[in-house]
C-alpha cells in the first residue's frame, strides 16, 4: 500500500539563506548587466563602477523585502466566496538600515545628488542643503545575496531599475548607539525595460542544483 512518504519528493538541499549581501545604486540612466556570472564555473563578475556599494548594515533583518497586493473583489448572489479577484496593484519595497556615513548614504537617504558638491580644498568640510522644492530622484539598485561558498556559492539577485526612496526613517543622535539611516526604497516600472523588479538566480552552487529545482 502506498502511503505519502512514497509519493513525496522533498529536496532540503534546496532550503537556502542569505548568508552575506550588499545593495548597490547607480544613477538612473546606468545600464544594467545582462548577466551576472561568466564561464563554465558560473563565476560572479564584478559591478561597474558606476554602481555603488551602500555599505554595513544593521544585522537584524538587514534587508527586508516587501510585497503589498491589492485586489479588487466582485460578489455574487449564492456564493459565499468572491466569484472574482483582480489585482489592482503589486508594490514591492527594499528596508534596510545603513551604518555607513558615506556619499551615497547621504545621496539617498537625503534624497539629493552630491556629485558635484566638493569639500573644501584646506579643511575638506562638507556640506549640502536639503532642496527647498522636493523632487522625485529615481536610482537603480541591485541587491546581490549569498548563500554558501566556493563551488557551492548561489547568488540570489535582485533588480529594481526605477527605485524611488519613499520612507525614511528617525536619525537619532546618542551615545549609546551608532548612527543610522533606515531607508525604504519602492520599485516602478522602467517601461523600457519592461518591469519593475527583476529575480536573478545564478552561481555555481545554483548550477549544480538546478535539476533538483526543477528548471530547465
Not at 52 to 60: E, L
Not at 79 to 97: A, G, H, K, M
Not at 152 to 176: E, H, K, Q
Request: glycine residues 6%; aromatic residues 8%; negative net charge.
Amino acid at each position: 500500500m502506498a502511503d505519502l512518504s512514497s509519493i513525496a519528493v522533498k529536496h532540503t538541499e534546496l532550503i537556502r539563506k542569505v548568508q552575506q549581501a550588499s545593495v548597490f545604486v547607480a544613477p538612473i540612466a546606468t545600464a544594467i548587466p545582462a548577466a551576472f556570472t561568466t564561464g563554465a564555473t558560473a563565476d560572479l563578475t564584478a559591478l561597474p563602477a558606476a554602481w555603488k556599494d551602500v555599505g554595513v548594515v544593521t544585522k537584524d533583518d538587514a534587508y527586508s523585502w516587501t510585497r503589498s497586493v491589492n485586489m479588487a473583489e466582485t460578489t455574487s448572489h449564492g456564493f459565499v466566496d468572491p466569484t472574482r479577484r483582480d489585482i489592482t496593484s503589486n508594490v514591492s519595497s527594499l528596508q534596510f538600515t545603513a551604518q555607513e556615513l558615506s556619499r551615497v548614504v547621504l545621496e539617498q537617504y537625503h534624497n539629493v545628488d552630491l556629485s558635484a558638491v566638493t569639500s573644501t580644498v584646506t579643511t575638506n568640510e562638507f556640506s549640502f542643503s536639503d532642496p527647498l522644492a522636493p523632487a522625485t530622484r529615481f536610482s537603480r539598485i541591485i541587491a546581490i545575496g549569498q548563500d554558501g561558498a566556493g563551488t557551492n556559492a548561489i547568488f540570489i539577485i535582485r533588480i529594481m531599475p526605477r527605485a524611488i526612496m519613499t520612507a525614511p526613517g528617525d536619525m537619532s543622535w546618542s551615545d549609546d548607539n551608532e548612527l543610522t539611516f533606515p531607508m525604504e526604497f519602492s520599485a516602478t516600472p522602467d517601461t523600457t525595460l519592461g518591469y519593475s523588479m527583476r529575480y536573478v538566480f545564478a552561481g555555481p552552487g545554483w548550477k549544480a542544483l538546478i535539476t533538483n529545482m526543477g528548471i530547465t
